[in-house]
């Protein structure tokens, strides 16, 4: 077998056994590290975090 045939076999699978198989291999799946490195949402906007730092400024000379 070819490493391009075993690709398309796996491409053809459901998610769920993807990541079977690759628990299989002992290997981290691609497509569950990508989920983990979603964006996370920031603390505070760009424009909040500016006013702060405008009022700290303003009060110290």
């Known amino acids: 077998m070819k490493a391009e045939t075993a690709y398309s076999v796996?491409?053809?699978l459901p998610?769920?056994?993807?990541?079977?198989?690759?628990k299989m291999l002992g290997v981290q799946s691609?497509?569950?590290?990508n989920k983990n490195n979603s964006k996370k949402k920031p603390?505070?906007?760009d424009?909040?975090?500016t006013e702060y730092l405008l009022r700290k400024l303003k009060r110290h000379p």
Do not use: C, H
Not at 15 to 22: F, K, N
Not at 30 to 33: E, R, W
């Open 30 to 33: 691609p497509t569950l590290s």
């Open 47 to 49: 424009a909040e975090a």
């Open 15 to 22: 998610e769920t056994e993807v990541a079977r198989l690759y």
């Open 10 to 12: 796996i491409q053809a």
């Open 43 to 45: 603390l505070i906007s």
